[in-house]
């Protein structure tokens, strides 16, 4: 059982920055890849990163590569989510979700947090 706890959201103008903070309960945070997937209004959940459980492996959504990076502390349970440039378009509720495989598919996380709120102003 793993139990994660975002942070990190707010408000940014478009431009701006933040850094979105995942932490995991439990001693076995390594042994999940851990994903950053984002929900807009109206719209589904989709991907937005992955990270290996060692943290040398990393996948993005074509629309946020170049602008955000994902990363881990596997010492301190927690994987992060850098997002720079942001655009009114990133404006979501974002989830962080433990895997057991390194994946783009919702399916393959069991685990995941109760979302923080990101809304970029133009």
């Known amino acids: 059982q793993v139990q994660l706890l975002e942070s990190g959201g707010g408000l940014v103008q478009s431009g701006g920055s933040l850094r979105l903070s995942c932490a995991a309960s439990?001693?076995?945070?390594?042994?999940?890849?851990m994903g950053w997937f984002r929900q807009a209004p109206g719209k589904e959940r989709e991907f937005v990163a992955v990270v290996s459980r060692s943290g040398f492996s990393t996948d993005y959504a074509d629309s946020v590569k170049g602008r955000f990076t994902i990363s881990r502390d596997n010492a301190k349970n927690t994987v992060y989510l850098q997002m720079n440039s942001l655009k009114p378009e990133d404006t979501a509720v974002y989830y962080c979700a433990a895997g057991l495989v390194f994946a783009v598919r919702q399916y393959a996380y069991a685990y995941w947090g109760q979302g923080t709120q990101v809304t970029v102003s133009s």
């Open positions: 439990g001693r076995t945070f390594s042994t999940y890849a």
